[in-house]
C-alpha cells in the first residue's frame, strides 16, 4: 500500500477510497498528533480544550466529509470552529489570525466534482512536512482520544469568517482599483462569493463567470484548467484582464487585453520584478519549482534575481521559501505564494497584487508580462517504465548529457518520475518547438528501451 498523503493532503473519490469512516479516523488521528508537543503545555497552562478551523469548497460531498471531520475532532476533544464555504487560504488565515491550534480544508482544488480531499494545516496556518503526515497516518491504527462528558469538543459556526478573510485581503493593498475593468472566473467554486467581493470592494469594475456553484459543476468547463470562457469574455467585454481560480482558490492564472494566457512564471516574473523595486523581495530572491519555464530563469538573472529551484508542489515551494526567507515563490500552474501576507498559495490575492502592479506602473498586463521570453516546453509522459532505476541508468544519463551539449544555453532537459503515477516525464524546452519535440521523442525513446517494466 502507498502513503496515504500525496503531494497537497489526502486525496480520492468521494464515498470512494475516501470515506466518511475513513475521515473520521483520519480526523481523529490528526487530533491526536497537532495538539500533542508544544502546545499541549500551552492548552494544559490556559485551560483549554484544542480548537480548529475547519472549511470546504462547494462541491457534494463536501457536506458529508467536513461532518466527518466535524465529528472526528469533536468526538476528540476539539472544539471545532465551522467556516463554511470558503477558500484554502482562507482557512489558512483564520488559522493563523485566530490562533488555532490547527485547521482542516476539505477540498479536491482542481479535480473534477466525484473527488474530494482533506488538507491539514499546521499552527500558524502553515502546510504540514512530510513527517508529521506519516505521523497521522500511523495513529490511524491506534486507539483515538476518548474523552467524555464535558472533555468531548463542539462544534460553532465561524459567523464572520468570511469577512475576516475579505477584510486581509484589501488590507494587502496600498491603493484601491478604481479604473480597471476584471473579469474573474471562480471556477463554479470556493471564490465564487469572495474573490467578485474583493475585487469590487477595492474599486474595481467586475464581470464574473463560473460563479453559480450547485456542488456539482466545480472545475466543469470553467477555471484555471479551462481558460477558453475566460479569453472569450475578456475579449468581448473589452476587459483589462482576466483572473481564473480554481475549485478553492489558491491558484490563479490570467489572461491579458489581447486573449493571451498569462500563467504562473509570468505572475511571478512581474511581482519579483516589482518587489525587488520596491525593496520588498527579500534577499532579492524567487523561489519556483523544476517545471518553470527556462525564460523565467533568464528573465531573473536580467533583472538579478536569484532563482532557487525546489521540488514539484506547491508545499515544496513554502519549504524553501521558510529555509531561504524569501518572501516570494510559486508554480507554474498559479500556486503564488506571497509570505508578507500569506502561508499558502492564494490566488485572489495573487489577483489583487497583479492588479495593483498594473495601476502602479500605469502597463497593461500584456506590457508587463514582456519581462519574460517563454521557451517552448515540450512534455512527455512514459509509462510502463521502472521509476526507481530512472537515476542509476548509465544509457539514460549519457543521453540526457549529449541533449543538454546540443541545446547549450538555448534549451534545458529535465527527466523526473511522477510523485504519484508509475511515470517517467520527460521535459524539454529550447528556442524551437521543433528542437523541444525531437529531443524530447528521442529521449522518451531511451527511457521507454532502458527502463521499460
Not at 467536513?66 to 465551522?82: P, Y
Not at 482533506?118 to 483515538?144: H, N, W, Y
Not at 505564494?337 to 489577483?351: A, K, V
Request: with cysteine; charged share 25%.
Amino acid at each position: 500500500m502507498g502513503r496515504l498523503f500525496g503531494t497537497d493532503g489526502v486525496r480520492g473519490l468521494a464515498n470512494g477510497e475516501l470515506t466518511a469512516d475513513m475521515v473520521v479516523r483520519l480526523s481523529q488521528a490528526a487530533a491526536f498528533v497537532l495538539t500533542k508537543g508544544r502546545h499541549a503545555e500551552e492548552l494544559k497552562a490556559e485551560g483549554r480544550r484544542p480548537r480548529a478551523v475547519i472549511a470546504r469548497d462547494p462541491r457534494v460531498s463536501g457536506e458529508f466529509l467536513s461532518s466527518a471531520v466535524s465529528a472526528g475532532l469533536a468526538s476528540s476533544g476539539i472544539d471545532v470552529w465551522d467556516a463554511g464555504v470558503v477558500p484554502t487560504p482562507a482557512c489558512a488565515y483564520l488559522v493563523r489570525d485566530g490562533g488555532f491550534d490547527f485547521g482542516v480544508m476539505v477540498s479536491a482544488s482542481h479535480n473534477p466534482a466525484p473527488d474530494n480531499g482533506i488538507k491539514f494545516f499546521s499552527f500558524g496556518g502553515t502546510k504540514l512536512p512530510d513527517e508529521v503526515e506519516d505521523r497521522i497516518e500511523g495513529a490511524m491504527a491506534k486507539q483515538a482520544l476518548s474523552p467524555t462528558g464535558a472533555g468531548v469538543g463542539r462544534i460553532k459556526r465561524f459567523a464572520d469568517a468570511e469577512d475576516r478573510y475579505v477584510m486581509h485581503l484589501l488590507s494587502t493593498l496600498d491603493r484601491d482599483l478604481t479604473g480597471l475593468h476584471v473579469v474573474i472566473d471562480c471556477a463554479h467554486g470556493a471564490a465564487s462569493g469572495i474573490s467578485p467581493r474583493v475585487f469590487r470592494d477595492a474599486g474595481a469594475t467586475v464581470t464574473v463567470i463560473g460563479d453559480d456553484p450547485d456542488g456539482l459543476n466545480i472545475n466543469s468547463g470553467y477555471g484555471s484548467t479551462h481558460l477558453e470562457n475566460l479569453q472569450t469574455t475578456v475579449l468581448s467585454v473589452g476587459a483589462d484582464f482576466g483572473i481564473a481560480h480554481d475549485g478553492d482558490a489558491d491558484r490563479a492564472l490570467a489572461i491579458d487585453h489581447t486573449g493571451r494566457v498569462i500563467d504562473g512564471d509570468h505572475i511571478m516574473a512581474i511581482l519579483a520584478v516589482s518587489m525587488k523595486e520596491e525593496g520588498k523581495l527579500a534577499s532579492d530572491t524567487l523561489v519556483a519549482t523544476v517545471m518553470s519555464n527556462l525564460g523565467l530563469r533568464k528573465a531573473m538573472a536580467t533583472h538579478g534575481i536569484t532563482l532557487i529551484e525546489s521540488a514539484v508542489g506547491d508545499r515544496y515551494v513554502l519549504e524553501d521559501l521558510a529555509t531561504s526567507g524569501a518572501s516570494l515563490g510559486g508554480e507554474q500552474s498559479g500556486h503564488i505564494i506571497l509570505t508578507e501576507h500569506s502561508t499558502t498559495g492564494d490566488g485572489i490575492l495573487t489577483g489583487i497584487q497583479l492588479a495593483r502592479e498594473i495601476l502602479r506602473t500605469g502597463k497593461s498586463l500584456a506590457e508587463l508580462a514582456d519581462v519574460m521570453n517563454v521557451y517552448p516546453q515540450v512534455l512527455i509522459n512514459v509509462s510502463g517504465v521502472d521509476r526507481s532505476r530512472l537515476a542509476a541508468d548509465a544509457e539514460v544519463r549519457a543521453a540526457v548529457a549529449a541533449a543538454e551539449a546540443e541545446l547549450a544555453d538555448s534549451g534545458r532537459v529535465l527527466l523526473r518520475p511522477s510523485g504519484t503515477e508509475d511515470l517517467i516525464r520527460v521535459m524539454v524546452e529550447a528556442s524551437e518547438e521543433s528542437t523541444a519535440s525531437r529531443v524530447a521523442e528521442s529521449l522518451a525513446d531511451v527511457v521507454k528501451q532502458r527502463l521499460h517494466t
